[in-house]
């Protein structure tokens, strides 16, 4: 079922959240589980039925981040981060994982102290954001190591 978007911003068909949630959902089931066309295909429609919402730019983008393609990952959620009014900080989140999966340490953690001094994120998103921290804190070396070859 369709629902009209009652929004200044936008006069798009949205689909209900539970209809969203499902097609996430079957989108994340499907990546994790070897069917990335199919996920890329749900993320995509996700992305033009509801532009304002993050989750079918953050499927997306995992799915390129998942099949290697880290520029492509990280310019779909550059590109939500600077789209989505609300969530914005879920998006960023996941361009941090983007950043420490390119093991660019630095980035990463910029946006991860970032989002966690706004408090903006909830439950599995701190804790994400928070093995993050934990994980890069463990090896400060990694950080030095990147920031030299920055320099170079």
């Known amino acids: 079922m369709l629902l009209k978007k009652n929004c200044i911003e936008s006069s798009f068909y949205i689909l209900s959240l539970e209809e969203r ?3 996430c959902e079957i989108g994340f089931f499907s990546m994790s589980n070897g069917f ?3 996920s890329v295909k749900i993320f995509k429609k996700l992305c033009f039925l509801c532009p304002d919402e993050p989750a079918g730019a953050i499927g997306l983008a995992m799915n390129h981040l998942l099949a290697g393609a880290y520029t492509k990952a990280e310019q779909i959620l550059i590109s939500a981060s600077n789209r989505t009014k609300n969530k914005k900080d879920e998006v960023l989140l996941y361009l941090a994982v983007c950043y420490f999966s390119r093991k660019k340490y630095t980035e990463a953690e910029k946006i991860i102290h970032k989002i966690l001094n706004n408090e903006s994120l909830t439950g599995s998103h701190v804790d994400l954001a928070l093995a993050m921290k934990r994980n890069i804190r463990i ?3 990694i950080i030095q190591k990147n920031n030299k070859e920055d320099i170079l």
């Open 36 to 38: 990335a066309d199919l």
């Open 21 to 23: 949630s499902l097609l």
């Open 139 to 141: 090896h400060p070396q």
